[in-house]
């Protein structure tokens, strides 16, 4: 794997950190809803990672990771969309796709 590649697999995995960390351990769907300033450091993480993962997908399209296209849509809608946001889609990616996606990427780096 070209150091590019492992770049922005490596820029996934800070963001996917930094989220981890900025929700700590207790996970609470109602602090993440209002605290705006919490939301908008998820959303700029998404941001990064749906950055990436597209980057990721022009340099090699054959690199399996499951929930990609996802991801990257929903970058384009926290991007362009921005009065469009929806808190509970956010915090669906954040506790159905974040760990699976933290694996994929763990794993890619190995």
Do not use: C
């Amino acid at each position: 794997m070209n150091n590019e590649l492992k770049k922005f697999l490596f820029d996934i995995q800070v963001s996917i950190e930094s989220i981890e960390n900025f929700l700590g351990e207790t996970r609470d769907f109602n602090i993440y809803k209002s605290n705006k300033m919490l939301r908008r450091a998820i959303e700029r993480e998404f941001e990064i990672i749906g950055e990436a993962l597209n980057s990721l997908d022009k340099l090699d399209p054959n690199i399996e990771i499951s929930s990609k296209r996802q991801i990257i849509g929903m970058r384009n809608r926290v991007i362009h969309g921005y009065d469009k946001i929806d808190d509970e889609i956010i915090w669906g990616t954040i506790v159905r796709h974040i760990p699976v996606l933290k694996s994929e990427i763990e794993n890619l780096l190995k």
